[in-house]
């Protein structure tokens, strides 16, 4: 489900770049960060929601994917925080709080969530 969402966020942010761009009052850049990021888990993690069997070391290489995850979106709201939109920053501090709770349960849960017995 959250490969899904984050395969969409990603879409739809490259979809609306230079709107979401002003909207946010960040560089194009930027906004294509975030849209690349998104796609690129939404596609690891709906690969790994389609195998049957899945190593352990999968699971925990995306909890770390979104622990670095969380910490740039850190680094780009503060890097920004004078210059962005209010909708941009929270934007990018829910993204990174949403990605921490999914790190710590993808963390947590990995034997789980690769199906170990």
Do not use: H
Not at 82 to 90: E, H, K, R, V
């Amino acid at each position: 489900m959250d490969g899904a969402a984050g395969f969409s966020v990603g879409v739809l942010l490259f979809a609306l770049l230079e709107w979401v761009s002003v909207l946010y009052n960040l560089p194009v850049n930027i906004v294509v960060l975030l849209a690349s990021a998104n796609v690129i888990y939404g596609i690891y993690a709906l690969n790994l929601a389609f195998l049957v069997a899945k190593p352990v070391y999968t699971i925990t290489v995306l909890a770390i994917g979104n622990v670095v995850w969380a910490f740039i979106c850190i680094a780009i709201v503060l890097y920004y925080v004078q210059t962005a939109s209010l909708i941009g920053i929270m934007f990018i501090v829910l993204e990174a709080g949403f990605v921490s709770i999914l790190a710590y349960y993808e963390f947590k849960l990995r034997f789980v969530l690769a199906n170990v017995k």
